[in-house]
């Protein structure tokens, strides 16, 4: 199993463009979650999702949009990137009956 | 809303000792976990060691334990024997439990940063 994989690893942005921010998992996991890690900051929950066709708004998620079309796949949009929107970006995943979440290797991101 | 507070931004240890990093909680729920995850410089989010509430006996995962006061909302790491690879930050985290269906989402702390001397 390669677990969670984000792509791409390093991106940077001018103010105003829009990119997506994949994430697959192989583990079946029904929770998938995107965390933001703003320098010297723990993570901040900006959406996440129960399971296919179902998402949630975390405590961070304006400027953010997410689906869950397949259990697989949780991609993050940002549609006018903003300086402000300059962090690091975990996804991470869980199985229902599970407690633990399982992160991918973040997506490093600048905004110029 | 749970807060999750780690005041030790910076902490150092030399190789082979052992060292305690510190966490408190809020919290007004009666179940939920808590966890330790590691930050090494890759950025790879890796869990160290996890505790329910409900359980009274300390988590242990070798040379990682934990020592959890539910009545004072404290939840530190031990790490025995400190090695040049635990160098690392480290965050302090907290899940309500629920059952399915609610997401159930983490809180982390600010981390600590742990260097590890040799």
């Known amino acids: 199993n390669a677990g969670v994989t984000q792509t791409p690893k390093f991106r940077i942005l001018k103010i105003g463009q829009s990119m997506t921010l994949q994430c697959t998992q192989d583990m079946n996991h029904n929770y998938m979650y995107w965390y933001r890690q703003d320098p010297g900051m723990g993570l901040k929950l900006i959406y996440y999702s129960v399971g296919a066709g179902i998402t949630d708004k975390g405590e961070v998620p304006n400027g953010y949009n997410v689906s869950r079309s397949t259990t697989e796949d949780f991609p993050l949009r940002l549609e006018l990137a903003a300086p402000s929107q300059t962090s690091v970006y975990f996804c991470a995943g869980r199985e229902q009956l599970q407690e633990t979440q399982y992160f991918g290797p973040g997506t490093r991101l600048l905004v110029l | 809303a749970q807060t999750v507070t780690q005041s030790q931004p910076e902490m150092s240890v030399q190789e082979a000792e052992t060292v305690t990093l510190s966490c408190t909680y809020d919290?007004?729920?009666?179940?939920?976990?808590l966890f330790w995850y590691k930050q090494p410089p890759s950025r790879q989010m890796i869990l160290v060691i996890r505790q329910e509430a409900y359980k009274q006996q300390n988590a242990t995962e070798n040379r990682f334990s934990v020592n959890f006061q539910k009545a004072a909302k404290s939840f530190s790491l031990k790490i025995s024997d400190s090695q040049l690879g635990d160098t690392a930050m480290y965050f302090c985290?907290?899940?309500?439990?629920?059952?399915?269906?609610?997401?159930?989402?983490?809180?982390f702390g600010t981390g600590t940063s742990l260097t590890v001397i040799p």
């Open positions: 985290a907290f899940m309500k439990f629920y059952p399915s269906n609610t997401g159930n989402q983490f809180y």
């Open positions: 919290t007004s729920e009666s179940n939920y976990y």
